[in-house]
């Protein structure tokens, strides 16, 4: 009874606000690459876009999925889904929304240049779709696809009318900002400072905040700072140095949940070598990648202590990985664990692979993307260190690292991905199958690691209806992973957030910061 007197008054408080005009202030830590919906598969460009535009299929941030511009969805036959459309939702300018919208939309992010990793890999299964009428759509699959309505959930929906021409500049002045989402876009100061206002005639749940503005912070004591100060009402990605004591600050409210996002360091499998990013330890180039070695590979997972990153940078909200999914999700096995930290083993290895006194190395990451970022590149640079490899550390604005991260520039660099559907399948077929833009494979694989074997049992696997049999092929996938060591995983993260009093973010697996998941705090 008190839980249905408490919701009770929570909904009372949200709907009385929703009748007053409200604004509400977001900090962002990352500036987006783009506001192109459908050009960087990448939190901070989907956070800001998730504002205008809508899926399909919703995400709650806690794996669940609710319907969106599609009310219903079953599959009509084992390569065949059929999904009934909602009526009467309309553009910002007026414009009907049919099935022919979401047609186009599929053909838009097949073909949107971007060097950055954009969505094509959510339509890897779609063999064709089809309009039945304006509020039928039937999608057909290459085979079996058990997690298609996961895929939908990550497509924004385009206008066959609007966008037909528009380009991704054309997203970046904000001149096609024009969506069925829960706000409109009304000014900007680049894409780095955005203002939205409330869309009166959305289909869904009205926001209680007529005026949202997102801005970048980059710098996080200076994120901290203005929220603290007042300028802003809620930040996201709290120093993990500063969340305790946060805890106990009567002026915020602190929420926070475990990541869907595991961070790891990606070996190079792009470049045989020689490479400006590794020589010997007189500074004469290596004619070969050291990290073709397994030994290698080993030699630098056993050489960063896990634990003490945890404890020490990230003051234990973080929890030690090495597989892309915990404990309770699809796919997870007991049988792998993260290597234990061992630098005398990691000095053997070395020696072993023909590196008995190291060599030297470059590695990368950014400053401004993940919890911590810059100093855990600069941490595991030190813990390589003491194992004999000559390491400087080079970190980078998220901006400028990641095109060069897709590229290929980097040698041993940190990243992070996860699994967004709640089991493993989709971390694996994003981040280690062999990159195949047609397939919807590898999306995220920035170390460019190549396994045929593992892409045709993954393949099978995510094409597999019998779930007890998908799991164990799998598991298998993930074991292969393990002994290959095609990247080093290190922690998944906690996803922390700050408000201003009297208000309260619901925090969320997937990262991302949205007006619609700030509510009036009612304690």
Request: proline share 6%.
């Amino acid at each position: 009874m008190l839980r249905l007197i408490g919701t009770t008054v929570l909904v009372i408080l949200l709907l009385s606000t929703a009748g007053r005009a409200q604004d509400l202030r977001l900090g962002y830590r990352t500036e987006p690459t783009s506001l192109d919906p459908h050009y960087h598969n990448a939190t901070p460009s989907i956070q800001v876009a998730m504002h205008v535009f809508d899926s399909l299929v919703t995400q709650t941030g806690t794996d669940r999925l609710d319907p969106g511009l599609a009310v219903s969805w079953e599959p009509i036959d084992p390569t065949t889904w059929e999904f009934k459309l909602r009526p009467n939702v309309h553009f910002t300018d007026g414009t009907p929304f049919t099935a022919a919208d979401v047609v186009f939309t599929f053909q838009r992010v097949r073909t949107v240049p971007t060097p950055m990793g954009g969505f094509v890999n959510y339509l890897g299964p779609v063999a064709g779709v089809e309009a039945v009428d304006d509020t039928t759509l039937r999608v057909h699959t290459v085979a079996p696809t058990p997690l298609l309505p996961n895929y939908m959930s990550r497509i924004f929906i385009l206008s066959r009318q609007i966008h037909a021409h528009a380009a991704t500049e054309d997203f970046n002045s904000g001149k096609a900002m024009i969506g069925t989402g829960p706000y409109r876009l009304t000014s900007m100061s680049g894409i780095d400072n955005l203002t939205f206002e409330r869309k009166n005639d959305y289909w869904g749940k009205a926001p209680i905040w007529e005026h949202v503005t997102s801005r970048v912070i980059s710098n996080d004591e200076a994120r901290l700072a203005a929220l603290l100060a007042g300028d802003v009402d809620v930040i996201e990605t709290v120093p993990t140095q500063d969340a305790a004591r946060l805890l106990k600050d009567p002026r915020v409210t602190v929420s926070s949940t475990v990541s869907q996002r595991v961070m790891y360091f990606w070996f190079d499998w792009l470049n045989p070598g020689p490479s400006a990013n590794y020589s010997d330890n007189d500074g004469h180039p290596l004619a070969r990648n050291p990290f073709l070695d397994i030994r290698v590979r080993q030699a630098f997972s056993k050489a960063i202590d896990r634990h003490a990153l945890i404890e020490r940078l990230m003051d234990g909200f973080a929890v030690p990985a090495g597989q892309f999914v915990r404990e309770g999700q699809f796919g997870y096995t007991p049988t792998i664990k993260p290597d234990a930290y061992d630098p005398e083993a990691a000095r053997r290895l070395l020696a072993a692979a023909g590196f008995p006194h190291g060599f030297r190395l470059t590695i990368h990451g950014p400053a401004d993307r993940w919890n911590n970022d810059g100093r855990v590149v600069a941490t595991v640079a030190q813990m390589l260190t003491r194992v004999g490899v000559t390491v400087q550390a080079d970190v980078l604005p998220f901006s400028v690292y990641v095109p060069r991260e897709s590229k290929g520039d980097f040698s041993f660099h940190l990243s992070g991905a996860g699994s967004w559907t709640g089991e493993v399948g989709a971390a694996l077929v994003d981040t280690v199958l062999t990159q195949d833009r047609a397939r919807g494979w590898g999306a995220v694989n920035r170390g460019r690691y190549s396994n045929p074997s593992l892409d045709a049992l993954v393949a099978q696997a995510v094409h597999t209806l019998d779930a007890p049999t998908r799991e164990a092929m799998l598991i298998r996938a993930s074991e292969t992973v393990d002994h290959e060591l095609p990247l080093v995983m290190l922690y998944q993260e906690m996803n922390i957030w700050a408000a201003r009093k009297g208000l309260k973010y619901i925090a969320r697996n997937d990262e991302r910061t949205l007006a619609i998941n700030t509510v009036i705090d009612t304690k």
